[in-house]
Every structure is written in structure tokens, then in C-alpha cells.
């Protein structure tokens, strides 16, 4: 099993940046495929990005152009650098965990981003 948290949250004005990061504990940070999801006041938890064992990148339509997600094996660590962020970008923004081998999935407790003048 695997624990995750969150951090870099926080107020940004519009065009602004913040990067994200997640560690990950008490497993095999390589048995794992990592992501981004965020929920929006009223609204469903969406994935943002993720980023595949292998180093394999997958967007939202809303956020390929703007966010970038990495990691680093050794400090098994997951990133989301945010960039020109909007105001429709404020949610939580929650870590997620799937292994490889069994599909199961963990969260982190999330970060709150709000994007606003």
C-alpha cells in the first residue's frame, strides 16, 4: 500500500504558475502508474494528467498545453507544474497511485488551488 501527500497549493492570480508535488511512501514508487485529478466546487473529480510507469504522458484537453506532469524515481515524487493558470483551474487538486500489477488505487488528502485576482 502506498501513502501519498500532497503539497504547493495556494492562491495564484490568473496567467500565474504553481507547481504541485506528491511523495509517495511505503511502497514501490516504479510499481506505479501516478496522476492528477481535480474537483471543482459542484463538480466531479476529473483527471488532469498522468504519467505512466514508463514516463508516458497523458493531458486533458483542458490543461496539454498549459500543465506539465514529471516525476523523479528517487525521490519518488510526482510533479504538476501549472502554468498560465485560469480561473476555471481552482479545485483540489488530489495525487492518485494505480499498480501496475493489480489496477489498485490510492489518493492523496488534496491541495487547494484557487486561481483569482
Known amino acids: 500500500q502506498v501513502q501519498l501527500v500532497e503539497s504547493g497549493g495556494g492562491l495564484v492570480q490568473p496567467g500565474g504558475a504553481l507547481r504541485l508535488s506528491c511523495v509517495a511512501s511505503?511502497?514501490?514508487?516504479?510499481?506505479?502508474?501516478m496522476a492528477w485529478y481535480r474537483q471543482g466546487p459542484g463538480q466531479g473529480r476529473n483527471l488532469v494528467a498522468r504519467?505512466?510507469?514508463?514516463?508516458?504522458?497523458v493531458y486533458s484537453d483542458s490543461t496539454k498545453d498549459r500543465f506539465t506532469v514529471s516525476k523523479d524515481n528517487a525521490k519518488a515524487t510526482v510533479y504538476l507544474q501549472m502554468d498560465r493558470l485560469k480561473p476555471e483551474d481552482t479545485a483540489v487538486y488530489y495525487c492518485?497511485?494505480?499498480?501496475?500489477?493489480?489496477?489498485?488505487?490510492?489518493w492523496g488528502q488534496g491541495t487547494q488551488v484557487t486561481v483569482s485576482s
Open positions: 504519467i505512466t510507469a514508463t514516463g508516458k504522458t
Open positions: 492518485n497511485a494505480m499498480s501496475i500489477f493489480n489496477l489498485d488505487e490510492y
Open positions: 511505503g511502497s514501490n514508487f516504479s510499481h506505479y502508474a
